[in-house]
């Protein structure tokens, strides 16, 4: 049964409003990161860049004209008090694109950032895809999707600061996505990456899906480049779609790109939501987290002006599947008026290097805190061999602990070999120091043309020599005949 005891802090009272509390609910059990499914719901980024252009045109855009950043024309009183910037409110960019045709009052926007996404059940959207028989040493398939992190509450933000703008003047704004096709730069050079792609772009929620290839000497990258404060940095070039001739603006944006964990911009915004007695704020992430403020943006009815308002929730630390909870009826109930543009939680996560590593770790299920080893399958002179001895096929079966990056599970892998394929490599080896006897065993199938089938009786050790390769010759093959 999981362990809970509860703690009772203090809210401290900020703008003149009512005092409250807030509850720690703590829950002993030990978070699990998990690989979440990258490919779904996304499109090509050519048919991207044309349904967004294709939307404008339906509501008579004509294309984006000049950038306006909206920090620059609308003031949020109050937002001092909290310590808080206006990008801070929002997670899409504050530099809007007004359309080049006014009277469709279409406003587009942009991300503000990329982030690697995690999501509450389901983990980091990280895979890591070993492929044998890669020759070329670049058999690993790293593929992440990347955030701008905005949901329903960013995109309402960013309609108040619009609407305070455009207040008096213009028709009623519309906030449509920059149309536009994606690049993706990471200069990962020292790490033997030559190209980063994006494979696929979520039209819902801007996110890019974007792959590379490197070696199996990933450790450094997972470990100390993943789990640092910096992360790979990068940048996701939106390159801007052509909606019609009138359209004045062109040109390309760069936007910042990290990979990274504990940044809790990558996760889902979190709102305030008050149901019942009590407004719950569970900490999904794998890292403690740290609750600064309870805010919420105003917007007056008759003025259009935006004010800052909430509470200090006493920087409140959550460990990993602990929640809070707060009582509404001790807030003041404006919280709850329709002239709330919206409401949310002020936080941020705390790294520290055992979560980090515990969290690579599960991700990638051990890469990174092991070593990995090359292991080959090789026919020796296969088109000699396999006349003399009328072999049609061989099969290796290897088998091994160390297939398994935590090492509980013996794991059985079967690689076939012919004439055109006389050489494969293995998946990855995880294990400290070097491989040899006991680090594996094998054995041997051979099928003769005639679609006999020969198998070995026993496993075979890895030989002290050469542990790194498997050479099938002629007195293995004739062993396993019985000549």
């Known amino acids: ?27 002993l059990t030990k978070t699990k990161v998990t690989n979440a499914t990258l490919q779904r719901a996304v499109i090509p980024v050519a048919e991207a860049g044309r349904q967004a252009a294709d939307q404008a045109r339906s509501l008579d855009g004509k294309g984006p004209g000049e950038g306006l950043l909206l920090s620059d024309v609308v003031r949020i009183e109050q937002l001092e008090r909290f310590g808080l910037e206006m990008s801070d409110l929002c997670r899409l960019s504050l530099e809007v694109y007004e359309d080049t045709n006014p009277a469709s009052g279409i406003y587009y926007y942009r991300p503000s950032r990329y982030m690697l996404r995690f999501e509450p059940g389901e983990g980091y959207f990280l895979s890591v895809d070993y492929k044998a028989g890669a020759e070329s040493g670049k058999n690993v398939l790293i593929q992440a999707r990347l955030t701008p992190g905005a949901g329903p509450a960013d995109l309402e933000i960013l309609r108040a600061l619009l609407r305070r703008h455009t207040q008096g003047h213009g028709p009623k704004p519309t906030l449509l996505r920059l149309p536009a096709t994606y690049e993706a730069h990471f200069d990962l050079s020292a790490f033997g990456v030559d190209a980063v792609n994006v494979s696929g772009v979520d039209t819902d929620t801007g996110e890019v899906v974007i792959n590379f290839t490197t070696g199996v000497e990933t450790k450094e990258l997972l470990t100390s480049t993943l789990g640092n404060v910096i992360g790979l940095v990068g940048s ?54 740290v609750m600064h403020n309870l805010c919420y943006l105003v917007q007056e009815g ?57 969290v690579v770790e599960d991700l990638t299920g051990g890469v990174g805190a092991l070593p990995v080893h ?25 088998r091994s602990q160390h297939f398994d990056p935590q090492g509980e599970t013996s794991i059985s ?69 019985g000549k």
């Not at 049964?1 to 829950?27: C, D, E, F, I």
């Not at 199938?445 to 002629?474: E, K, M, Y």
């Open 1 to 27: 049964m999981t362990a809970r005891h509860k703690v009772v802090l203090p809210v401290v009272l900020l703008a003149a409003l009512a005092a409250g509390q807030v509850t720690v609910q703590r829950n």
């Open 236 to 289: 996701i070039t939106l390159k801007t779609a052509v909606v019609s001739d009138q359209q004045t603006f062109r040109g390309n944006v760069d936007i910042k790109a990290e990979i990274k964990m504990a940044d809790i911009s990558s996760g889902p915004r979190l709102v305030w939501r008050a149901s019942g007695p009590a407004a719950k704020l569970a900490n999904a992430f794998p890292f403690p987290m």
């Open 302 to 358: 008759t003025t259009g002006e935006l004010r800052l308002r909430g509470w200090s929730l006493g920087d409140t630390r959550l460990e990993p599947l602990d929640s809070a909870r707060l009582d509404p009826a001790k807030l003041n109930t404006e919280i709850g008026t329709p002239a709330v543009v919206a409401a949310f939680y002020d936080a941020t996560l705390v790294r520290d290097e055992a979560s980090v590593r515990r």
């Open 374 to 398: 090359e292991l080959w399958v090789e026919v020796v002179k296969p088109q000699q061999l396999f006349q003399q001895y009328n072999v049609y096929k061989v099969a290796v079966e290897v």
């Open 413 to 481: 892998h079967t690689y076939e070999l012919d004439e055109a394929t006389a050489k494969l490599q293995c998946d990855p080896l995880y294990l400290r120091g070097s491989l040899g006897p006991g680090a594996y065993e094998f054995r041997v199938g051979i099928v003769t043309t005639d679609g006999t089938v020969h198998t070995d009786s026993t496993w075979r050790q890895a030989s002290p020599a050469l542990a790194n390769r498997i050479f099938v010759g002629a007195s293995l093959i004739e062993e396993v005949l």
